[in-house]
């Protein structure tokens, strides 16, 4: 098969969601590693297994469900991931942005994406919230970027613009709901690295010099594609351990699925509140 994916395939992906449910969701959400009990939030769900959509990977990764959930959160139809492929998992970068793709063929207008993240930030502890206002697409400059391939016209241009990749509109709107419901969170930039081994001490001290605030293995492939075919984005990570600057503390997976017990709640406060908003 072709590292690349055609719109007929694309086109196959989605109508098979389709046929599965009577849902027409114009927002989309994408749950990160310990994050996917937000999706224990919709009611009315059709829930659809990867494995049984043709050409979407499925997640190997404890704490990624691997399965589509679309029904009603706050009165509104959405599609859920619950969990997500990531490059490190053996896939190419293309089966990484299929999904957002896939997406895009079926109506969505609004992705939500999280991730649980690492602090590169020291003001930052596990279980902040972090809204993204920006990413550094390091894998993207390094040549591993989802629009890689044959353009496909009819999503996007060849050349798309990520000057405003977040959009501010959605980041404004985070902010009122934080601000009502006592939700508090800081601001800052992402990054994404290839993975799947931790960083280390000089690795997290380079990533803080060049602006990242935390820093993931997966979302920002996610957001090129989106914006690509014009999909508007909000993007929430969910700090899961603290900046290892010093070498001193052992960072590993069971401690990111820990942090989400405590990010779960928080998340659903503020997604909720801006899915209730939306018109």
Same mark, same amino acid.
């Given at each position: ?10 086109? !196959? ?33 059709? =829930? ?13 990764? !404890? ?27 053996? =896939? ?91 939700? !508090?969170?800081? !601001? ?82 503020? =997604?909720?509140?801006? =899915?209730?908003?939306?018109?």
């Amino acid at each position: 098969m072709s590292e690349f994916f055609s719109l007929a395939q694309i086109d !196959e992906a989605a109508d098979v969601i389709r046929k599965r449910t009577q849902h027409k969701p114009k927002i989309a959400l994408i749950l990160g590693s310990g994050l996917g009990g937000l999706a224990d939030a919709v009611a009315q769900p059709d =829930i659809i297994p990867y494995g049984e959509i043709p050409y979407w990977y499925r997640s190997t990764i !404890e704490g990624h469900i691997g399965r589509l959930v679309i029904g009603n959160l706050e009165d509104k139809p959405v599609l859920v991931m619950q969990g997500r492929s990531h490059y490190y998992e053996g =896939i190419t970068i293309s089966q990484v942005g299929f999904p957002i793709r896939v997406m895009q063929r079926l109506g969505i207008e609004i992705l939500i994406v999280t991730n649980a993240a690492g602090a590169t930030n020291p003001a930052y502890a596990p279980g902040d919230l972090m809204l993204i206002t920006d990413h550094i697409a390091l894998m993207a400059m390094a040549g591993l970027n989802p629009l890689r391939g044959p353009n496909l016209n009819e999503l996007g241009p060849r050349f798309p613009d990520m000057s405003q990749a977040y959009d501010r509109e959605l980041l404004q709107l985070a902010r009122q709901v934080g601000k009502e419901r006592k939700v !508090e969170f800081h !601001e800052g930039v992402y990054i994404c690295l290839a993975g799947p081994s931790f960083e280390g001490p000089a690795d997290l001290r380079f990533l803080r010099t060049i602006g990242a605030d935390a820093v993931g293995m997966s979302t920002v492939p996610e957001v090129i594609a989106a914006r690509h075919g014009g999909t508007r984005v909000l993007g929430i990570s969910g700090i899961s351990n603290k900046a290892n600057l010093d070498g001193n503390t052992i960072t590993s997976h069971a401690e990111v699925l820990e942090a989400g017990k405590l990010l779960v709640p928080k998340l659903t406060a503020i =997604i909720s509140g801006v =899915i209730r908003a939306l018109p």
